[in-house]
Nanobody, 124 residues
Framework: EVQLVESGGGLVQPGGSLRLSCATS????????IGWFRQAPGKEREPVAC????????YYSGSVKGRFTIFSDSAKNTVYLQMDSLTPEDTAVYYC?????????????????WGQGTQVTVSS
């Protein structure tokens, strides 16, 4: 059974940091692209970052580039999202997703498996 389990969300003040984790199981970790997506109230789910995507590379959306870092620990089959310099606009439910091969479009529609999401709230 494929599982992606997110953790690490919470409430943080503007300018603060959080690290999200996505623990995976049930598939061959290095054969999938693993991405983070987020969905704010009333908005569509959007890609944030992806690793082992786009032919083995990494991807960041323009709104998080330079502030967020995605990295993985293959020994633990876990992907992390380090989020720094957080702003209220980063408030959303953050989801981890997996795409077989990792070479498809980095869109919500192209992902094969999803986690349950973790809430990130940036507020003073």
């Amino acid at each position: 059974e494929v599982q992606l389990v997110e953790s690490g969300g919470g409430l943080v003040q503007p300018g603060g940091s959080l690290r999200l984790s996505c623990a995976t199981s049930g598939f061959t970790f290095n054969e999938y692209g693993i991405g983070w997506f987020r969905q704010a109230p009333g908005k569509e789910r959007e890609p944030v970052a992806c690793i082992n995507c786009d032919f083995g590379g990494t991807y960041y959306s323009g709104s998080v580039k330079g502030r967020f870092t995605i990295f993985s620990d293959s020994a633990k089959n876990t992907v992390y999202l380090q989020m720094d310099s957080l702003t209220p606009e980063d408030t959303a439910v953050y989801y981890c997703a997996a795409q077989e091969g990792g070479d498809g479009d980095i869109t919500a529609e192209e992902q094969d498996f999803w986690g349950q999401g973790t809430q990130v709230t940036v507020s003073s």
